[in-house]
């Protein structure tokens, strides 16, 4: 892929857009050198995400005020990263674990489930999956503090398998009870610092899992279910549909799949895979709501400071327009995760995009509006390299420079697929 579309590719694709001056910037580096950086940045210096959650102040007594700084603070630190791929993928994993802080008391729980992801993202899939098997956000989420010795409940362990390891076909109902009763015994009251073992409630009968004899506990269980070929092939699977989108070559993928067998590590698998979609690997896919929310507010500038901590939850738009996507943060709407993307096409959530994109363009900075000044600029700026399809393009350019076309722009079919 020409540079300048492998750059625009990186910046619509992985980092959710761009924030003023770092389209330049990237082309000052060079595709390779901004890849290492996004994919190793303690090595080049970029200092760490802060906490989002860290300034919630959370009260027992009203939730629901704690929830929605929750997602706004989340949204907040996603589109003002340092670290936009660490972002990414701590999307991607509260997509594939899927655990909705509807069924987390307290909500804090929540919040440190999401720091958890965030830890380990890049990481080493072994200890991700051992750590979230025992968060206390999962193990509310999928009934494990019911999980005793005697009484052992199926639910997570039958989504281990089905939707966080190995996949439908590759085990038996005999696996989903030997999981169960392997895993019991923790705990996660609403009222506690976080989850706990009680081995009382635990059963520590030898089982047969996927073959393999033996397991009895949380360390037993995952080493048998991450070391399964079909679990190597799901997680790259996922990773290659993610990041080259839902139509790329499955081909392309096999090597990066034996590797990530060997040692279970995340991050040369992400890199290849960005690696792979800079070669020209990636095929087209759909922008969905929330990369689309975070390329607008990086773009109209509407950082932290300005908007203030409650600050989106101020902007009218945002509440319609997260109940029509259907993609809130923190709030997937079943175990599966997020509807595929193609369902973000409809009619009212075009609508509910405008919307907001209107009230956001309100909010633009300097920097937005002198881009607005000229239509070819507009679209470069925004990432699309190529400029605007004609019809985009004269669209966008009969509406004054300024809020009407920046609104124009973010609503515009062109920015809905990269």
Known sequence: MEERKALGWLGRKITWGFSPGVFDEWQGLGVDRVVDTLVDPDDHGVPERPDP???IEFDPENMGRAVGQGVSAWVLGAAW??????????FFWSDYFAVSIRSVRPSTFMFAHMNLLSRHGLGNFRDLLHDVT??????????GTT???GNPNENYGRELLELYSVGVGNFTEDDVKAAAVALTGWVAPPRSYGARFVPRRHDDTPQTLLGVG???DVATVIDTVVEQPATHRRVVSK???????????????AGIVDRFGEDLELRPVVRSLVELGV???????IVEPLPWLVTALRFVGADPERLGRDGLRRLGGLGAFFRTSGQVPLLPPNVGGFPEPDAYLSTSATIARFNLGALL?????????EASDDVDRLARTLGIVDGFTPTTRDAVGSLPAGPDRIAAALASPDLLVV
């Open 53 to 55: 959650f860290a300034e």
């Open 81 to 90: 990263s340092p670290r936009p791929l660490e972002t990414f993928m701590d």
């Open 134 to 143: 025992i968060d206390a956000a999962m193990l509310q989420f999928l009934d």
């Open 147 to 149: 999980n005793t010795a």
């Open 214 to 216: 033996g397991v009895n």
């Open 239 to 253: 990773l290659a549909t993610a990041i080259l989108g839902p139509d790329h070559d499955a081909s392309v993928t």
């Open 279 to 285: 070669d020209g690997a990636a095929a087209p896919s």
């Open 361 to 369: 363009a309100q909010r633009a900075s300097r920097y937005a509006l």
